[in-house]
C-alpha cells in the first residue's frame, strides 16, 4: 500500500498569510493527489484533485502543485473559514490513502 | 445536487455487526461512472477507506485488505442506496463512519456522517 505523509501536522498562521502544506508518497504516484479540508463535526470536503485541478465552487487562493511523490496545497490569503485541516489523498492505486492530515490554527 | 444521507445505529456491542445505510439522491446506485464507498475515521486510524460497490454491466465489490473477512458492501437498487455490513465488531472499530462517492478515486460527495461506538 502506498504511505502518505504531511508536514507540517499543525501550523499558526494569521489571516492573509500565505500557508503551504506538503505531501510526500512512498511511491510515484504521478499527479493521482488530492486534497480536502475538514471542519470540525464535518466530512471532508474535496479541494483539488489531479494535484492541481480546482474543484468547482472553491475558492482560487487555493492551489496544489507537484508530481511524483512530492506536493504542495497553497492557501495563497488564508482567511478565517480556511482554519481547519487538510489531508491528502492518493488516487493512484487501491487502497486509496490518506495522509495524517495538517491542522491549520490561528496565531 | 447529488446528497449522500446516512443512518443507522450509534452504538453496537463487541462481536456483533455494525450496520449503516446510506440514502443517494440525485445520483444512482446504478449509475455507469461512479463507485459508492465506506470511509472511517479515528484518532488512531486516521482516515481509512474500507471499500466500494460500483456497476459496470455487473456489480464489483473491493475491500480493504485489514476488514476483507468481516466486511460486505451492498447495493440496493430499489431503494437507490447501499449498505455497510461490518461483522464481529472490537472497540477498534469505533469510529465516524462516512459514504462518498467517487468518479476517478477522489471523493467528490459525502455523507454527514455517523459516529460509531463499539461498547458493551
Known amino acids: 500500500d502506498i504511505q502518505m505523509t504531511q508536514s507540517p501536522s499543525s501550523l499558526s498562521a494569521s489571516v492573509g498569510d500565505r500557508v503551504t502544506i506538503t505531501c510526500r508518497a512512498s511511491?510515484?504516484?504521478?499527479?493521482?493527489l488530492n486534497w480536502y479540508q475538514q471542519k470540525p463535526g464535518k466530512a471532508p470536503k474535496l479541494l483539488i484533485y489531479s494535484a492541481s485541478s480546482l474543484q468547482s465552487g472553491v475558492p482560487s487562493r487555493f492551489s496544489g502543485s507537484g508530481s511524483g511523490t512530492d506536493f504542495t496545497l497553497t492557501i495563497s490569503s488564508l482567511q478565517p473559514e480556511d482554519f481547519a485541516t487538510y489531508y491528502c489523498q492518493q488516487s493512484y492505486s487501491t487502497p486509496p490513502s490518506f495522509g495524517g492530515g495538517t491542522k491549520v490554527e490561528i496565531k | 445536487q447529488i446528497q449522500l444521507q446516512q443512518s443507522g445505529p450509534e452504538l453496537v456491542k463487541p462481536s456483533q455487526t455494525l450496520s449503516l445505510t446510506c440514502a443517494i439522491s440525485?445520483?444512482?446506485?446504478?449509475?455507469?461512472?461512479?463507485?459508492w464507498n465506506w470511509i472511517r475515521q479515528s484518532p488512531s486510524r486516521g482516515l481509512e477507506w474500507l471499500g466500494r460497490t460500483y456497476y459496470r454491466s455487473k456489480w464489483y465489490n473491493d475491500y480493504a485488505v485489514s476488514v476483507t473477512s468481516r466486511i460486505t458492501i451492498n447495493p440496493d437498487t430499489s431503494k437507490n442506496q447501499f449498505s455497510l455490513q461490518l461483522n464481529s465488531v472490537t472497540p477498534e472499530d469505533t469510529a465516524v463512519y462516512y459514504c462518498?462517492?467517487?468518479?476517478?478515486?477522489?471523493?467528490?460527495?459525502w455523507g454527514q456522517g455517523t459516529t460509531v461506538t463499539v461498547s458493551s
Open positions: 462518498a462517492r467517487d468518479q476517478r478515486w477522489y471523493f467528490e460527495v
Open positions: 511511491q510515484s504516484i504521478s499527479s493521482y
Open positions: 440525485g445520483d444512482s446506485v446504478s449509475s455507469n461512472s461512479a463507485a
